[in-house]
């Protein structure tokens, strides 16, 4: 049957207006309103615990009541179980970290994605300083994206665990480990292994604290460092690489591969998670809608397909091994062997 003028045109305007309802959840987290709203409060309450105008928080917790994000009872507002869950700071599956993230990409990108566009490149983007960890951004962004990640990874990690075999690996590498969470992961699966998580300095004082809150420092140890730079270490058995080529040229892809192949031990295995495009670089839309991410926040960042990555790996002399997709998810994960 064919889609009526005015339905089409209301799907396009649900699409602009899309932002809106990405706004009041960035505006609730960065203001920890649901902090106050695990009790049935009213409004002005709230405002009065946050130093915030009472009529606008009236309209600003209404809204939130639509977005399904409050529950409102009478006059009074209350955490729905989704935020009660996932954005109370301080409890145990706080996810915050994620949301303020994504707000920062905006100020950092999005917002001015028509001129990145016309340009090439984002225009607070030095090529040697995207959103990444250096000494250039703030804390409070560095400290975001960084247990962003963890808050993205904690639900995957067990399920990578699951689909990788690492019962003969000693020796682990977690290339740009972020918060360490899957070299937690893999060290708590398999008794035997031994990790090393290398990131930039200040990351790397996050995935300390990390592998610290879980008494794991005799398991897992750090190194800091630019991986495009510095020396990586030597002798791993198994290199895990997530999350980390889409950030980067095709250059700068091959070279992080080939410094992988070399640190790796002969018989030792590649492992790189990243979204990956079809061949028809159109789809899935998660990876596609990720190519524009990069591309808003990154210099030279981009979503790749998984033939072009396995054939950087093929071309650093990999063996293929296998493309594990799990999770039904839009990340997958091609493994690849060292003769
Ligand atoms: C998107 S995060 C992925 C984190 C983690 N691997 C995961 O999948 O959850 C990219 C990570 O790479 C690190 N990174 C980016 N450029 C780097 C560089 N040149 N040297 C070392 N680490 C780098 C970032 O600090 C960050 O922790």
Same mark, same amino acid.
């Given at each position: 049957m064919p889609v009526s003028p005015s339905a089409d045109f209301q799907e396009l305007l649900a699409m602009a207006r899309g932002f809106q309802a990405a706004k009041m959840l960035m505006a609730a987290v960065d203001l920890a309103v649901f902090d106050y709203l695990e009790e049935p409060r009213r409004a002005a309450e709230v405002a009065g615990r946050l130093q915030a105008d009472g009529r606008a928080m009236v309209i600003f917790l209404n809204g939130l009541a639509a977005l399904g994000l409050l529950v409102k009872e009478g006059d009074n507002f209350r955490n729905s179980d989704i935020a009660s869950r996932y954005?109370?700071?301080?409890?145990? !599956?706080? +996810?915050g970290a994620i949301i303020k993230h994504m707000e920062h990409t905006w100020d950092r990108g999005w917002n001015d994605l028509q001129n990145t566009v016309l340009r090439?490149?984002?225009?607070?983007?030095d090529p040697e300083k995207w959103? !990444?960890? +250096?000494?250039?951004?703030d804390e409070k962004e560095v400290r975001a994206f960084i247990c962003g990640m963890d808050a993205i990874a904690r639900d995957l990690a067990p399920q990578v665990t699951a689909a990788?075999?690492?019962?003969?690996?000693?020796r682990l590498l977690d290339l740009g480990?972020?918060?360490a969470t899957y070299a937690i992961a893999f060290v708590r699966a398999y008794p035997q292994l031994r990790a090393t998580v290398f990131d930039l300095p200040r990351p790397i004082t996050i995935a300390q604290e990390q592998i610290a809150k879980q008494g794991l420092e005799d398991r897992i140890q750090t190194l800091a460092g630019n991986f495009l730079e510095d020396d990586i270490g030597q002798g791993y058995d198994f290199i895990w690489v997530s999350?980390?080529?889409?950030?980067?040229?095709e250059k700068q892809c091959r070279l992080i591969i080939h410094k992988c192949v070399q640190a790796l031990n002969a018989g030792g295995t590649l492992a790189i998670q990243d979204f990956y495009l079809h061949p028809?670089?159109?789809?899935?839309p998660g990876p596609a809608m990720f190519g524009v991410h990069m591309l808003a926040v990154t210099p030279r960042g981009r979503a790749y397909t998984w033939g072009e990555v396995a054939a950087w790996m093929g071309e650093a002399g990999l063996t293929p091994a296998a493309h594990i997709r799990y999770n039904d998810g839009e990340a997958s994960i091609l493994v690849a062997s060292k003769k």
């Open positions: 954005l109370v700071q301080g409890r145990e !599956d706080y +996810r090439g490149r984002p225009g607070d983007a959103l !990444d960890a +250096r000494p250039e951004r990788l075999d690492l019962k003969n690996v000693s480990g972020g918060p999350q980390i080529l889409h950030s980067h040229d028809d670089g159109a789809s899935p």
